[in-house]
């Protein structure tokens, strides 16, 4: 098992090409998968400023045709060439993805350093590859222990202490254009997923009162109903646009906000603040051209987002390396159990076979049954020195050179060890299912989706 992820992120590519590639994300995970896959498993993390896919490679030699099979579905379902994918994904395996993710989740490669959304959306990420079945033991493993170093970075450090995102950046940048007097603002908000929850959030924190929503899939009324505001309907936005002071796009659907829109909704040459935090643009870039409106978007905030005390940086970074090095140790150790596991099958099987001997030439005599005690005895004596070499082997990132012992001295390949992982993974996942299916199903929910993928 080796851990792959194929990264496009705010720090090397531009949002235009990350939205791009987002384009049907939530349908690769489950489309790389098949009877021939050369992976077990995929989860793909798709925010406003990163598209990640993290997969299961089933071995080493697996790794490069799980990265073209990656890239081939991205491509088919963007419409990019997969040349083109392909120069926009950085890939990176083994220690090198868990730290990535590690990092990722603490908010320490966000656009706002310490950022809180992020940690949120990994565990979405999470929770929706579970739903559709593509999430492995491993990967399970992999984005809960991500999580909880989120956590120890956010509870131990100083970095996010100041509650600090991407809406909260955008916000403030609102506040230095014009003024702070939220309460006196016309607000129309568009969306109603993830980040559209945090800006009401944020919203009422700054004492907002005339907040509108609108979405064009009609969820606003449900919406409002949970969180404030006053939900817009086809025939009641130009209204409301031509009061606004400020607008915040939210969604990422097909429909942009344009010039056009503004004079036919009646501004005029009325001041507005136009902030948009959708990956694909709720704005159409014909707003920047109105003397009147002042655009905000994903690259300001990058620009505006103030840095973080070195020292906190610091501390927060060697937590994610500790974490990420301490997973690793366990992954080995799990490594090593597969193989421990292969070598107690192996040698099992040949003790019943003389047992099966004995047991036929001596009946059910009390030799015969103390010739087998004697046996199964010196069969856990002599398997418990290989176990515990195994185990510090394991430890020390030498889990190859226990696999090829066993297949040396026993013929016992790396294919048998990983069917022994492979059913020990099944039959976990079988125990988790049937614990789910006791539990009443949960209500589904628009703030669990990645803001451009809803509207």
């Not at 940690?119 to 559709?132: C, M, N, P, T």
């Not at 009147?292 to 103030?306: G, K």
């Not at 906190?312 to 301490?326: C, F, G, N, P, Y």
């Not at 099987?349 to 005690?373: D, M, S, W």
Request: charged share 25%; net charge negative; hydrophobic share 45%.
């Amino acid at each position: 098992m080796v851990f792959v992820s194929l990264v496009a992120s705010h720090s090397d590519v531009d949002l235009e090409t990350v939205a791009r590639l987002s384009a049907g994300a939530s349908e690769v995970a489950s489309g790389v998968l098949d009877g021939t896959s050369p992976m077990a498993g995929a989860v793909v993390l798709a925010t406003c400023n990163r598209y990640e896919v993290y997969a299961e490679a089933r071995s080493e030699d697996d790794v490069e045709a799980t990265r073209s099979a990656v890239i081939a579905e991205i491509a088919e379902l963007s419409g990019l060439d997969e040349q083109t994918v392909a120069s926009a994904l950085t890939t990176l395996t083994g220690h090198e993805a868990v730290n990535h993710l590690f990092t990722v989740g603490a908010g320490l490669d966000s656009a706002v350093i310490g950022e809180r959304e992020i940690a949120g959306q990994v565990r979405r990420a999470l929770i929706e590859a579970q739903e559709s079945g593509t999430a492995t033991g491993s990967l399970v493993r992999l984005f809960q222990t991500a999580s909880r170093t989120a956590k120890d970075v956010g509870s131990h450090t100083a970095i996010g202490g100041r509650g600090l995102s991407i809406v909260s950046v955008a916000l403030d940048l609102a506040e230095d254009l014009r003024d702070d007097r939220w309460s006196e603002k016309n607000i129309v908000v568009f969306g109603t997923g993830a980040y559209a929850g945090a800006t009401m959030s944020l919203l009422q924190q700054r004492h907002a009162g005339n907040v509108f929503v609108y979405s064009n899939s009609g969820r606003a009324p449900a919406f409002v109903a949970t969180r404030g505001g006053t939900a817009l309907t086809d025939e009641t936005l130009a209204g409301a646009l031509a009061a606004a002071d400020i607008v915040i796009g939210c969604s990422g659907g097909d429909q942009q906000l344009t010039a056009d829109d503004l004079a036919e909704a009646g501004r005029g040459d009325a001041p507005l603040v136009a902030i948009d935090l959708a990956l694909t643009r709720d704005f159409d870039t014909s707003l920047e051209e109105l003397e009147q409106v002042d655009v905000i978007t994903l690259e300001s905030v990058r620009m505006a987002a103030p840095a973080e005390q070195t020292a906190a940086l610091e501390e927060a970074r060697s937590i994610v390396v500790t974490a990420a090095d301490e997973f690793a140790a366990e992954q080995r150790e799990r490594s090593a159990d597969a193989a421990i596991v292969a070598l107690r099958k192996h040698t099992q099987q040949v003790l019943e076979t003389e047992i099966e001997r004995v047991r036929a030439q001596h009946g059910c005599t009390a030799a015969a049954e103390e010739v087998e005690f004697a046996m199964r005895r010196m069969m856990r004596q002599l398997l418990h020195e290989p176990t515990v070499r195994a185990r510090e082997l394991a430890a020390q990132g030498r889990s190859d050179e226990v696999e090829s012992a066993l297949g040396s001295l026993f013929g016992i390949s790396t294919a048998d060890i990983a069917a022994e992982a492979a059913k020990k993974a099944a039959r976990k996942k079988q125990k988790q299912q049937a614990a789910s299916a006791k539990k009443p199903a949960a209500m589904p929910d628009d703030a669990i989706h990645a803001p451009h993928r809803t509207a």
